[in-house]
């Protein structure tokens, strides 16, 4: 009986921990979310209200999708948005669109929602050097490969493609 017992604490302080590693994102003060954020935050109220209509709208270019499979599952992903900002509002539904389209492994993607200082309560963002958002970063082996920040050069799916192929890439704001 001890070792059920025992076994069931267990079993219940890794399944509550899983669970913490999910979704720690809030809604602050001044209704925006704040923290890790998985897609499933993005469909309730009041973030479906723009995040619905652009994943729905968006037109992934299907022969950029096919390339990019080939890739997008050798990288991970950390990403930086704001519910707040318009250009993660219109951007964050099309990646995650593309991301879908592309059958990509979400255990390989933590996206942080930040506050309007590009910040949260336990600075998640520390050492990323995030000036935009939304700010996707990518890394092979660990190793950061490049960033899509705040709009495309061509489309968000080219520009993907071109970073996680290792193709010469230059976000928005660099020269």
Known sequence: MKKILLSLIIISTFSCAAQKKESSALIDESGNL???????????????????PNY???????????????????????????????DSQDQTPVFYKILDEADFDYNNLELITVNRSKTTSDNLQEGFKIERVPTFIFYKNGKEIGRFVEY???????????????????????E
Do not use: M
């Not at 954020?37 to 619905?52: D, G, I, R, V």
């Not at 729905?56 to 990019?68: G, M, N, P, S």
């Open 34 to 52: 704040v923290g890790i954020a998985k897609k499933e935050n993005f469909l309730k109220e009041p973030f479906n209200a723009w995040f619905t």
């Open 56 to 86: 729905d709208d968006y037109t992934c270019d299907k022969e950029v999708i096919a390339k990019l499979k080939k890739h997008i599952n050798n990288v991970t992903i950390k990403s930086f948005i704001g519910t707040w900002c318009g």
């Open 152 to 174: 495309p050069r061509e489309t968000v799916e080219t520009d993907i493609l071109k970073i996680v192929s290792d193709e010469p890439y230059k976000h928005s704001y660099q």
